[in-house]
T-cell receptor, first 112, second 116 residues
């Protein structure tokens, strides 16, 4: 069974601080996706990383896929209150169709 | 609205009743996925359907739960004889292909089922 361990589960920081969220597994994934979910809404895709070692940037967010395709990280620089939300990593297995394995999520709170 | 539409947004059922959750995928999408989310947990895969076919139902309980995606109309997740443990948010997602790494999922806003 493929599992994704996401840490930390909760994170409360002040505006302007940096943070990193980790997503780890013992399984290899064909791709890793990061989603953000607001209360009462469905997850919204932020980025997909496909190649081992790949780094993608989305404004103040930096996403990295591990060389072995088993782990990923999300780094936020100078966090803003608008970054508050639930961040979810999700892995796609090989020949699994669009079925995704989700981590437990990181609940981020950025205080002004 | 061209996004994934789920209804109802909130559903209250008494123990033993049936719950029917509907999902209309994005226009042009023929792949539908159902996920369940409990508080402080990530989303758990339930079932993957393509028009008129169940492709993968490995995450769906074998009893009381069923899903369909007919040729015409929305996908339906049906829960018979609901129990309190079925209370959760149920999310539907769709994609244009069945290749997750190249065709990301678009999620609806979910149906929140409460069993009293």
């Amino acid at each position: 069974t493929q599992l994704l361990e996401q840490s930390p589960q909760f994170l409360s920081i002040q505006e302007g601080e940096n943070l990193t969220v980790y997503c780890n597994s013992s399984s290899v994934f064909s791709s890793l996706q990061w989603y953000r979910q607001e209360p009462g809404e469905g997850p919204v895709l932020l980025v997909t990383v496909v190649t081992g070692g790949e780094v993608k940037k989305l404004k103040r967010l930096t996403f990295q896929f591990g060389d072995a395709r088993k782990d990923s990280s999300l780094h936020i620089t100078a966090a803003q209150p608008g970054d508050t939300g639930l961040y979810l990593c999700a892995g796609a297995g090989y020949n699994q169709g669009g079925k995704l394995i989700f981590g437990q999520g990181t609940e981020l709170s950025v205080k002004p | 609205n061209a996004g994934v539409m789920q209804n109802p947004r909130h559903l209250v059922r008494r123990r033993g009743q049936e719950a029917r959750l509907r999902c209309s995928p994005m226009k042009g999408h023929s792949h539908v996925y159902w996920y369940r989310q409990l508080p402080e947990e990530g989303l758990k895969f339930m079932v993957y359907l393509q028009k008129e076919n169940i492709i993968d139902e490995s995450g769906m309980p074998k009893e009381r739960f069923s899903a369909e995606f007919p040729k015409e109309g929305p996908s339906i997740l049906r829960i018979q004889q609901v129990v309190r443990g079925d209370s959760a948010a149920y999310f539907c997602a769709s994609s244009s292909t069945g290749k997750g790494e190249f065709s990301p999922l678009h999620f609806g806003n979910g149906t929140r089922l409460t069993v009293t």
